[in-house]
């Protein structure tokens, strides 16, 4: 997505103005996320664009979650040229496009809440270990119908299971326009299917930068809604939809590149060192690393023993329910995947610690035991013991704890954005807690 | 010329935690005087009172006269008992400080700068020969239990009693770990000019490498190289002790070592039997230089049947031992799955490796052999193209089927 001419030139300002004339541009959305991931935008008619080009572009920041709390502050919006992309549908007959932003103070300096810019700063901070790294995703969710009056619902008309093909089923018909969508906005799309649950689809998100590909969770969250609304669905990223489906994970994959002139077996099918090491530091950060990547209460009903979702600090080659798998050999670069994040994730700050994490491992030389070969979910407490695993927190409020205690992962997020995320996360599980559920009133309003 | 007052107060106390760490982790006035050597960029010389020599470190890079005694002699004393040396053609010049132990001269410490990196640290140079009068004073101690340290006489299987060899450990300061990995290290064709800087080099890639965060790693020299004991309380960190171990090889070529690294790891063994791990590390590396033509570290369990037929036998027990070791991933996986990898293996090699042939023995189609055979090699982690690891699975198919009660 983050787009090089043909000439493979990067794009600067003028080409940007160039092609929203080309492509007829009416209007150009800013995009940004606040800290809760929450996809938030400005629109501008095309007139504004060298003005927001330019940086020019200012907002009321007091408004927003986790910004700035209890005054209004003008914030600057500074879009990234590379992912300028013109939806492919119209807005009232008026083609759009849109720009995805960082976020600045008003005098233009970097705006520690900014989700996008902790990434950016994250990458830096890697950059001595962790050059040349790429990431893809492979992302889950489910299309249900809509009930009356437009409300969304968990009932699908489709019954499909891994990998069905089914093509009078509109979940199928709409997925595959989400993946013509994104492809025409510039993502690379691998490939897509239908996953274990009915109304479950995943698509798999080409390897690239790790920023372009945190844009790439936030672009196909965006055009999947847009898309299943216009087929008459509802397209969520929420974990656990409900009790007897199988929970919509993001998988994050790492591709490390693998150096001979630093004594690296290219040809060998083992893990390069960093590899390796980065999986020491994430499986050592994971407890703390869940409150970022698995960021709401109901993300919790997704890591349970049960559809291969991971529940404890392990890796493995084959182990479809460990917290790092590490796929077969595809080429000379070493991929680790990352199981246990879910979509509902702010993808910049999940990228963020994900990030700290394995680079934290690489400089420690953290190593992460021999990979385990069988089910996790057979292990008893004895051999967690003996292989020092942990457990995944098994809530939100648990996750919190981790948090608070793990300082790599809390640096990695920065002060204003880890107090705001985690005041923000203290309150809705209060507000969770205090809420009576109706599984609550099925088990005692008769009995008691 | 060496002269004092340049090294912070923080530089000096970094040295001597360094002198102390080495001390601690079993190293002797080799490495002690290979420490100083590193940080003044100099060569240096031990000898003892009778001017016998005990340890060379840092003499790569220039020449060093084989004693001190003729320039010391010859030398003015600078009242702190130092004494200025100067060798013929050496503009820089050198420094030697007694080595004493109370009021008892035990030696001399002579220190050959390579340029002018050394001036100002005659301090390090102090505290260098303080560190090494306590192992010289230990070495003279009397007594053959006193004289061989700690973990000499743990590796000698001095200890009959665990409890006796953990309250020694207790009053000489050293905290026992409940269990060791040795791993075993060589350089192969060091040049000897430069042999005792490359070992120096080789101790310090290799601790970096082995890093531990179960506790203190104990160094031990062992003829030409190393033995590292590290401490391996639970599985994973004896998982990781043998990881750690295999990367040495790369890590010294990265550093630009250049020589050979051959190594051996042993298996995780009780404090009480260090010994046992120490001797499988040493089989591993002689294995690993003979059979595999060196540059790599293995672990003794990846090695199969060669550490037994390098003892040049075994007993029925462990021949047992041996094929139950490298057969249960795939008897578990058999049992667990209703699966008969065990069968497809064994009828593998019956008919030559046929596929074609143990398919229609199998009277399975011949792809479905080809994808046990991957399972098989997954599950076991013994690579069917390889001729090393097919001997290991064909002798324990071997022992098992002789050893099964179905005769």
Known sequence: MHSTLTNGKAINKRDVLRLAKERDVRFVRLSFVDILGINKSVSIPVAE??????GRVTFDGGSIDGFVRGEEADMRLLPDLATFAVYPWTNGGHNEARLICNIATADGEPFEGCPRTTLMRAIDDAADVATGLQSGLEVEFYLFDVGPGGAPTTASNDVGSYFDINESDRGELAR???VTALEAMGLGVASSHHEHGAGQHEIDLRETGLLAASDALITLRTVAKHVAARHGLHATFMPKPAEHLAGSGVHVYFAFPRDAAEGEDVEDDDLGENALFAIGGLLEHAPAFTAICNPTVNSYKRLVAAWDAPIYTVWSHRSANSLVRVPSPEDARSRIEVRSADPSCNPYLAMSVLLASAAHGIRSHALPGDPLTGSTYELNDRERDRRRIKTLPKSLRQALVELEKDVVVRAA????????????KVAEYERYRRAVHPWEREAYLRVY | MIDSAVMSNDELVEFAEGLARVASTGGGPKALAAHLGTLLDAAVLVEDAEWRHVALAGAAKRSVPPSSRDLISAAPKDGEGAVALQTPGDAAGGVAVRIRGGDSPLGWLSVFPNGSGAEGRLAAVRLAAAAIA?????????????????????????????????????????SLAASYVAVAIEAEGLEETVAATKMGDLRRICLETLRSGSGDIVVLERGGGFVFLCPAPMEVDAANARTAATLIARTATKNHFGAKIVGGVGRPAE??????????ARESMFIARRLFGGSRVMPYEDLGVYPMLLRGGA??????????????PL???????QTELIRTLRLYFDVGQNVKTAAAELSVHRHTVFYRLRQIAEISGHDLDSAHDQLTLRTAMAIDALNSHER
Request: net charge negative.
């Open chain 2, 271 to 280: 404090a009480i039997a260090a010994h046992r791990t120490v001797e499988e």
């Open chain 1, 49 to 54: 664009l060298e003005r927001a080009i330019e």
């Open chain 1, 413 to 424: 997020l920065g002060d204003h954005i880890y107090l705001a995320f985690r005041d923000a």
């Open chain 2, 315 to 328: 007993t029925s027990a462990e021949l047992r031992e041996v094929s139950d070791r490298i057969l249960a």
């Open chain 2, 134 to 174: 306590v192992e010289l004073s230990r070495d003279a101690g009397g007594g053959r239990n006193r004289r061989k340290s700690f973990w000499d006489r743990l590796i000698s299987r001095a200890y009959d009693d665990p409890i006796e060899a953990k309250d020694d450990a207790t009053a000489r300061g050293i």
């Open chain 1, 176 to 178: 595959t326009e989400i």
């Open chain 2, 331 to 337: 008897r578990a996986y058999d049992e667990k799955h």
